[in-house]
């Protein structure tokens, strides 16, 4: 495909953002070309049915000529790279999260319990690790294993969490992220691979609305109608952090309220707790935005 576009002359390109794009985004690009990538479910609408490749190409033509399509800004080998740590910081932080249950449910099954948390875990492995009495010589052939492969990656999650933090030291925009309260160096890297500066947002809650965290709306015979649930729609694993982070924050202000916003305050106040969540992740995104488009510090509230 490379060497068929080089010998063309410059011109529009519209692709579905599937696997791979980003990549012949850029190599069409340094050839000269225009390339503008869409969102596959945007691009459905124009494909009739029976798809097929040539119906595929009729409607990525129809779509990209469309004056009102979004399309999906092309991302810096730098951010796929970012993306790819997330990603298998993610897997290996599940696997050691299912390494840990199957320890835990192995015990139970003969009657043996855990405290809960990391604390717990850790007092778990030291009992497979120095053969405990009450573990039957049985079972531990099972469990050594296991506890072999959660240290294991233990230790790799603690390498890729400080090539992270290294990689927020460097980047000005991460490290002026990380100063808002429930975000960490890991939310500021996802966020800064995800959208890069953000300008690809018109506003605030459009990046919001993006990561699935403003109500749905339905509209219908001019009525206007929002339901009561988050739409969950874009980035999943940004959402999950974001939501992560303000239920951590919370749980700091629900100790000492002095630390929170009166906003937060009092919306825990009068609110259900994981509605105050997704409420602060929701305003997280915003300050996040608002931050990454101005260049500016963060602010902390003030009452008024």
Known sequence: ?????????????????????HHWARTLSALGHEVKLMPPAYVKPYVPRNKNDIRDAHGCCEAVSRPDMRFVPIKTLEQQWARALHRTRDLLVRQRTQLANAMRGQLYEMGLTSAKGAAGIETLLQRIETADE?????????LVPLAGQWRTLDGEIAKLDK????????????????????????IAHATIAAIGDGRQFACARDFAAWLGLTRKSHDSGGKHKLTGHISRAGDRDLRRLL?????????????????????????????????????????????????????????????A
């Open 1 to 21: 495909m490379e060497k068929f576009f080089a010998t063309q002359q410059p011109a529009l390109i519209g692709m579905e953002a599937c696997g791979s794009a």
């Open 134 to 142: 009450a573990i039957p010589a049985a079972l531990l052939i099972c």
């Open 163 to 186: 090539q992270i933090l290294a990689q927020v030291r460097q980047q000005k925009a991460a490290l002026r992220l990380t100063t808002i309260p429930s975000v960490g160096p890991i």
């Open 243 to 303: 939501i992560l982070g303000a239920s951590s924050w919370l749980r700091q202000v629900k100790a000492k309220p002095d630390r929170g916003s009166p906003w937060i305050r009092g919306l825990l106040a009068r609110r259900p707790v994981k509605v105050a969540v997704v409420a602060q992740a929701a305003k997280t995104a915003r300050i996040i935005w608002a931050m990454l488009n101005s260049g500016q510090q963060y602010r902390a509230p003030v009452a």
